[in-house]
């Protein structure tokens, strides 16, 4: 996929959503996976690294080195692995690597620990707030859930949004 600066810059001004996330740097690949695989089980997305949580560009000392550990991510600590494409794209003088996630196929997938995690919009039943500033009755909370709670994800919850997998 191609992603050239103006698409990017608009990527940024929208802000974090439930198909964009920022990350300032990969600092946590059980982390990432668990991005990476509530994209796939959702309608798909794209992470940012080089860009902090307010949309401020950072920007990445090693883009090409970047690239080849979100690939890794994908192909193994996801299951089943993740349909991705990476690219880095220049703004402002800095390096930014997109990664676009493509809507997956294989549904549900997971990360090597076996754990859901869903992004709604407000309060589903089960499952607790992963972050307490978001886990509220309104905007945008994601849900930590394990396979023994959901062995398997109903198609129905995929409509409420998506579900990640950390």
Known sequence: MFMDSEQLRQLINRGESLD????REISDAHD??????????????????????????CGLSN??????????VCRESCR??????????????????ALTISKGL?????????????????QPSGGRPRN?????????????????????PPRTIFAWSKWRSI
């Open 20 to 23: 964009v996330e920022f990350k």
């Open 32 to 57: 990432l996976a668990g991005e990476i695989v509530a994209f796939a089980n959702g309608e798909g997305g794209t992470l940012l690294v080089g860009v902090d949580d307010s949309g401020i560009i």
């Open 106 to 122: 294989d549904k549900p997938y997971s990360t090597s620990t076996d754990h859901y995690t869903m992004f709604a919009w407000g």
């Open 63 to 72: 883009p090409n080195e970047t690239e080849r550990r979100l690939m890794g």
């Open 132 to 152: 307490s500033s978001t886990g509220c009755s309104k905007g945008r909370a994601s849900f930590i859930t394990t396979r023994s709670q959901y062995p398997a």
């Open 80 to 97: 089943p692995a993740v349909e991705a494409t990476p690219v880095a794209v220049e703004l402002e003088g800095e390096t930014v690597v």
